[in-house]
């Protein structure tokens, strides 16, 4: 069953008195608990794909619907509590903030689903969850540090901690591990594939690099702006 759908994706940017196409008519399903990579050079419109579904970016014409409903019409609220609630995103840069320890980063996305005082009534409960992620995810020796104190690997663990705290249905990777030598790299890969087959998580990875995408079930190549 399809929990995201991709119906004529097209989508430009402006430089100066110049359009450039960049995603040029796509259609894409992603299945309910699939691991889809999307494959593609620099410049094929990887990202861009990426950013549209996640609701980061509108489209210039075509649609992107979630269990069968469009989303990227929705007025800006409703697409920032589908951001926030069921579609999160992992990015090659980490974006985690600088002054609070990984535990206070990882629930800053909770923190703004729920406000500040409905947060602050049941805090102690979603540090423990806020813990448990980053145990799962092999930082519970790490609680304190700041992201300065962090491997690049480990600052990437904790933006995917940070993704899951609400309970996302969908988890869009942005060349992930675009930053990190070969050794972290693979466990990362790694622990995106166990909360694949163990959360039943669904992801979709986009990469240029074929050993990375090869560990997906399902692999389509994006050339140009079209699938092959």
Do not use: C
């Not at 004529?8 to 990579?37: A, C, M």
């Not at 489209?59 to 990227?72: A, K």
């Not at 995103?89 to 903030?97: A, G, K, P, S, V």
């Not at 998580?201 to 994006?222: E, S």
């Amino acid at each position: 069953m399809e929990i995201m759908q991709v119906r004529g994706l097209k989508k430009s940017f402006t430089k100066g008195p110049h359009t450039i196409p960049v995603l040029k008519g796509i259609d894409l399903d992603v299945n309910e608990g699939e691991y889809l990579s999307i494959i593609g050079q620099s410049g094929s419109g990887k990202s861009t794909l990426l950013h549209v579904m996640g609701l980061l970016t509108h489209p210039n014409e075509g649609s992107v619907l979630y269990r069968g409903n469009r989303i990227d019409d929705l007025p800006d609220l409703a697409r920032d509590r589908l951001r926030n609630h069921d579609i999160s995103m992992i990015f090659q840069f980490y974006h985690l903030l600088p002054e609070l320890d990984i535990v206070e980063n990882v629930l800053t996305p909770m923190m703004i689903a729920q406000g500040y005082w409905k947060f602050r009534l049941h805090r102690k409960a979603h540090r423990e969850r806020a813990k448990e992620l980053l145990e799962r995810v092999g930082l519970g020796h790490r609680l304190k540090h700041k992201p300065s104190e962090l491997s690049g690997g480990e600052m990437q663990r904790t933006a995917i901690a940070r993704a899951l705290i609400n309970q996302p249905k969908i988890l869009l990777a942005d060349e992930p591990t675009g930053n990190l030598d070969r050794s972290t790299e693979g466990g990362i890969i790694e622990l995106l594939r166990e909360l694949n087959e163990t959360e039943k998580l669904t992801i979709v990875l986009v990469t240029h690099n074929p050993a990375i995408a090869a560990g997906a079930d399902r692999t389509v190549t994006l050339t140009d702006g079209l699938f092959e």
